[in-house]
């Protein structure tokens, strides 16, 4: 009989740990037990990504649709190369479509945000989006506000936003 | 001179001290997990009734520190929080917290002083009262009877725990964020399902609490198997048990972490 309960004990123990852990999957970290982690590869070449890191999330219209995997500088043109994969079911992305660099509020995390192009033709695995706009950085912003150049050469300073 | 040779002398001499324990540690657990099975009563049944006393027994005192633990970082994140506005963090704050660090760690810590120091003053006392040279005389090998299934009662229970402990403490902070300071429960729990990942957070903390838990339970099977068989000398190693293992827990943390999260 002591034993019994010793061992009862033991077995509610073992659920209330596992049922802890599904918990902690379910609950607290979001994973779904049936999304479809199929995805494609895209790539777009900014001037400047700013503070964009790997992980970062790609949205299109507020839904997030895919996420950053790698950032690289391409040594030919001196442009920062960002590496996405987008979701499989997201199969109908214009190849005018736009991607910028946003922020989520004033100091949230930085991350790219596609809008869409009125093309019928649709993006495959391995291209690369060719309309892209860089990061705003706060520090150019501040020294052109400083020099009062704001307005005035928006053509020369084309590149840091 | 020759004093100044005593010294090193004696620092030599506790190297290799440091080095002998750590070969007999590694030579035992090896000799208790893997060793040539002889007859030793049936071990599921004996591991079940280790895993009652060093698993279930310390259910009390880690939930009621998991949730005390959730409910502090709740408030001190929602008072730091609140001023730049951005309260609904609190939800992520407190979760990536717990389910990265604090969780496994104090888990750990916990674990070490109510599981491990009784691990280790149970075993030295079988010691010194020769239950151990007993269990030989008849045939039965002490490390796969005593040892082994109190090796992997503490190796199973560790992770559970420390998920229990997690868990335990989200629902804490969100007790505190949500019912009392009334964050919004939609974006409390919306920012933490965003920002923590489950193979990046969840399963590198249980990763570590896997990792704790085999260095407390290996620790404190050892210092009792090594004890001095006097009263002293369990006295000691239970001492020894619980400042090694605390130790152990916080150095090895800082490691994993760096190899888990260094490189984001």
Known sequence: MRMRTVEISVGAFLLAGLFALVLLALRVSGLSVNADNTTYRLYAEFDNVGSLTKRAKVAMGGVTIGRVVDIELDKKTYMARVIMDIETNVDNIPVDSSAAILTAGLLGEKFIGISIGGSRDFFKDGETIDDTQSAIVLEDLIGKFLLGSVGKDDEESNDSF | ?264
């Open chain 2, 1 to 264: 001179m020759s004093r100044l040779l005593d010294h090193v002398a004696t620092l030599g001499r506790s190297g290799l001290e440091v080095l002998q324990a750590m070969g007999r540690a590694t030579i035992m657990l090896g000799m208790a997990l893997f060793g040539r099975s002889s007859s030793h009563g049936s071990m599921p049944s004996l591991v079940v009734k280790q895993i009652y006393a060093v698993g279930v027994l310390s259910l009390i005192i880690i939930t009621v520190s998991g949730v005390f633990i959730g409910m502090v970082l709740g408030l001190q994140g929602y008072n730091i929080l609140v001023r730049y506005g951005t309260e609904q963090s609190v939800g992520q704050m407190v979760a990536l917290s717990l389910v990265r660090e604090l969780g496994p760690v104090v888990t750990a810590l916990l674990f070490a002083g109510r599981a491990g120091s009784a691990l280790t003053a149970e075993i030295g006392l079988m010691k010194a009262t020769e239950q151990l040279s007993s269990l030989e005389m008849i045939g039965v090998d002490p490390l796969k009877r005593i040892i082994a299934p109190r090796f992997w009662a503490g190796f199973i229970s560790m992770p559970l725990l420390a998920c229990i402990f997690s868990m335990v403490g989200i629902f804490g902070g969100s007790m505190v964020g949500v019912d009392w300071l009334g964050i919004y429960e939609g974006s409390f729990w919306g920012n933490m399902q965003q920002s923590v990942d489950f193979w990046n957070d969840v399963v590198d903390g249980l990763i570590k609490s896997v990792m704790f838990g085999f260095v407390v339970t290996w620790i404190a099977v050892f210092q009792g198997y090594d004890a001095v068989p006097t009263s002293e000398g369990i006295s000691r190693a239970t001492t020894r048990t619980v400042v090694y293992a605390s130790l152990a827990v916080l150095g090895l943390d800082f490691i994993l972490t760096a190899v888990m999260f260094g490189d984001l």
